[in-house]
């Protein structure tokens, strides 16, 4: 069974920082792409950030370039998402979701999904 638990959400200032992790078991991690997706209050979930299966490729949506860092851990089977200078529009519940081999942007394309974290940035 497919299992994806992510953590680090929490509250933060406007300009703070959160490092995401999300956590993998019964899938072989080290063939998967990931992602991170987000949803915020009324909205249609969104596309964040993702990453191939060896790092070798990256995504980000405009919208974060430069202040969220995607990275992964095939060792620990472990995908984390760096997030710097956070704004409240930042403010969402953040998913992880995983897909064998080829990263996409679009959410329809992940079979496995986590729960979420919340992610709450204060103006």
């Known amino acids: 069974q497919v299992q994806l638990v992510e953590s680090g959400g929490g509250l933060v200032q406007t300009g703070g920082s959160l490092r995401l992790s999300c956590a993998a078991s019964g899938i072989t991690f080290s063939t998967y792409g990931l992602g991170w997706f987000r949803q915020a209050p009324g909205k249609e979930r969104e596309f964040v950030a993702a990453?191939?299966?060896?790092?070798?490729?990256?995504y980000y949506a405009d919208s974060v370039k430069g202040r969220f860092t995607i990275s992964r851990d095939n060792a620990k089977n472990t995908v984390y998402l760096q997030m710097n200078s956070l704004k409240p529009d930042d403010t969402a519940v953040y998913y992880c979701a995983a897909r064998p081999v080829v990263i996409t942007t679009h959410l329809s394309a992940y079979p496995h999904w986590g729960q979420g974290t919340q992610v709450t940035v204060s103006s």
């Open positions: 990453i191939s299966w060896n790092s070798g490729t990256s």
